[in-house]
């Protein structure tokens, strides 16, 4: 059964370093999300992407972040200068049209900020 | 704007015993709901869906869910806990708007409840 997969599990960064989390979505799939949940809260909507760009993204989705699809396979978050606040597990989903309703999650990557 | 309320963070049942697990939503616009269940470490795997079909929704392990619409609720039940039911579930909720007119389609989780299940 295809699924979502995102690497790495777990990624350690000293404040202030540049992360790339990668996620490759099911492949037919055309719809791509990024969510976040820090440690005990709530799980975040963090940004949407289609059509190879940006469709809608929450206050949490600052000038620090950004996405790409930098290929036909892989879908990436990138934090440009991570704080402390950023650890958290992110979590990568995709839909595959416009009349599904159901996202697909990864396993999740752990970031911690040190 | 839309948000999710689950009430009770933690619930325990004993083994065999009625699961149910609140979720109250509030939106502006007719939603698609949803839960979530997340064991430890894993990533979030889709329970059941609410789609504007039947109001009473049967997922996978014996989850089933039903839509009330007077009282915004999404409550989550299932007749017989059992050990392996013990994870952390999301109630969530997204708008029905049209991907072609800008809606995105993105979750908004509750904060989840914790079930334990004692033996």
Known sequence: EPEVTQTPSHQVTQMGQEVILRCVPISNHLYFYWYRQILGQKVEF????????????SEIFDDQFSVERPDGSN?????????????????CASMRGPRSHEQFFGPGTRLTVL | AQSVTQLGSHVSVSEGALVLLRCNYSSSVPPYLFWYVQ????GLQLLLKYTSAATLVKGINGFEAEFKKSETSFHLTKPSAHMSDAAEY??????????????????????????TVLP
């Open chain 1, 46 to 57: 963090l940004v949407s992407f289609y059509n190879n760009e940006i469709s809608e993204k």
């Open chain 1, 75 to 91: 879908f990436t978050l990138k934090i440009r200068s991570t704080k402390l606040e950023d650890s958290a597990m992110y979590f």
């Open chain 2, 39 to 42: 064991y430890p470490n894993q």
């Open chain 2, 90 to 115: 999301f109630c969530a909720v997204s708008d029905q708007g049209l991907i072609s007119s800008g809606s995105a389609r993105q979750l908004t989780f509750g904060s989840g409840t914790q079930l």
